[in-house]
């Protein structure tokens, strides 16, 4: 049970793992904590995450961990340091929610659900005295500091010692997080990099010389949705860096978007930002060389056509032979030299990442550099920030929910140390 003998009293403002990681370490220091957040309830995003099964984490050691936060590898590292893989499956555990590692190194828990662990989350927090304010949003400070909130009962005024925000970024708005606190924070003297979306989908552009951009009509009707797998994925970013994964992504009505694509998301989103388009190669069959690929292309097939031929060849049918019709000429088809180089290297154009809103995640936000070693920030000493709203960004596969309940830790003590202190 907490130390109910502490005066101080901190409000954390959202409830996603962040404002809960936040909440918790707070309440176990002893601190008076009230949570507040502009919905019904809490934690919505990190249902929705566990919809199709709740990727906690990933297994993989560090520093290979640390590499998947890009550039901002280095600050991340050091919340990891308080609070990694490994310990996010032990406190799962201690909420009485067993984990295990799939095929891929992604940790899930046995049942693969979001909502069990949740309700047991929150029922400890409780049982730690934090105390739970719904449908109030936050609308920044009054003139003497005192933290403005908007209920359905109009707006109010609360105070504390300490405020912890972890308000989400700007994806999926409709569950809370839209990105309404960005001028505030900018406001309060902090450095606000923009918001742009990570772990995206992207628009096609024309998918060869003379065709309109995007997929043809026949396409886009007959494969959107579908899967592409095996395939492997290989860009360059800006700065060389080059980028060359196998795994699977999903046609879309306007280009392509899952898993793979997500990997490859800040690469290609940076790379367009520059030249006003990202071109991206896929290998139709990672699994065979380009030697042998050229050998079956060029092998006498007789009175079929190529098509034939390619399927019984190479299994090259639907899905994948659509692909290289959109973006070979008949001629080019005809050709099987240059029809064995495409299926290595099939070309595609990206020409702009899709709305912020549809992201899974969000790039941008309060700068690293606005903050100290506890995400306290300097302009404004007692307020703390963490999880989506801080500027950086890291693929799916546990990597998010991991960073953003660790950057939880690190705001939610750094608090209770800035209270305990009597700053």
Same mark, same amino acid.
């Given at each position: 049970m907490p130390n109910t003998s502490s005066p101080r009293r901190a409000i954390v403002i959202g409830g996603g793992p962040a404002g809960l990681m936040a909440a918790e370490r707070l309440a176990l220091a002893g601190v008076s904590v009230d949570l507040y957040d502009a919905m019904a309830s809490v934690g919505r995003k990190f249902l929705l995450a566990g919809k199709g099964g709740l990727n906690?984490?990933?297994?993989?050691?560090?520093?290979?961990?640390?590499?998947?936060?890009?550039?901002?590898?280095? +600050?991340?590292?050091?919340?990891? *340091?308080?609070?990694?893989?490994?310990? /996010? #499956? @032990? =406190?799962?555990?201690? !909420?009485?929610?067993?984990?295990?590692?799939?095929?891929? +190194?992604?940790?899930?828990?046995? *049942?693969?659900?979001?909502?069990?662990? /949740? #309700? @047991? =989350?929150?029922?400890? !927090?409780?049982?730690?005295?934090?105390r739970f304010h719904m449908r109030h949003r936050w609308l920044g400070w009054d003139e003497a500091g005192g933290v403005r909130l908007r209920s359905p009962d109009g707006e109010s005024t609360a105070t504390a010692d300490a405020i912890v925000l972890a308000l989400g970024g700007a994806s999926w708005p409709q569950l809370g997080s839209d990105g309404q606190w960005a001028p505030l924070l900018a406001q309060a003297g902090a450095a606000v990099a923009p918001l742009r979306a990570a772990n995206c989908g992207f628009d096609l552009g024309a998918p060869r010389e003379g065709a309109a951009s995007g997929w043809s009509p026949f396409f886009a009707e007959r494969f959107a949705g579908q899967p592409v797998k095996p395939v492997a994925l290989s860009a360059e970013g800006v700065d060389g860096q080059r980028f060359s994964r196998q795994g699977e992504f999903v046609v879309t009505a306007s280009g392509i978007e899952g898993s793979l694509v997500y990997a490859a998301s800040a690469l290609l989103r940076e790379r367009i930002a520059r030249d006003g388009e990202a071109l991206v190669h896929l290998d139709l069959l990672p699994g065979r060389d380009a030697a042998w690929v050229a050998e079956q292309v060029a092998h006498p097939r007789g009175s079929r056509s190529m098509s034939s031929h390619l399927k019984s060849r190479l299994n090259i049918e639907g899905l994948k032979a659509g692909l290289l019709h959109e973006v070979l000429t008949k001629e080019a088809y005809a050709d099987a030299a240059v029809l064995a180089r495409t299926l290595k290297a099939l070309p595609l154009r990206l020409v702009a990442a899709r709305p912020v809103a549809e992201a899974i995640s969000t790039a941008g936000g309060v700068t690293l550099e606005s903050l100290d070693e506890r995400l306290m920030l300097k302009a404004r000493p007692g307020v703390f920030v963490a999880g989506e709203m801080l500027d950086w960004e890291a693929p799916t596969g546990g990597y998010l929910l991991t960073a953003s309940m660790a950057s939880g830790v690190v705001a939610g003590e750094g608090a209770a140390a800035f209270l305990a202190s009597g700053a």
């Open positions: 906690l984490t990933h297994s993989e050691a560090r520093p290979d961990f640390d590499t998947r936060y890009y550039e901002r590898q280095a +600050g991340v590292a050091a919340w990891l *340091d308080r609070f990694d893989g490994e310990a /996010l #499956r @032990a =406190w799962t555990q201690g !909420l009485g929610v067993e984990t295990f590692v799939g095929s891929s +190194g992604r940790v899930f828990p046995k *049942d693969m659900k979001a909502a069990p662990l /949740l #309700r @047991a =989350w929150l029922s400890r !927090l409780r049982g730690q005295g934090v």
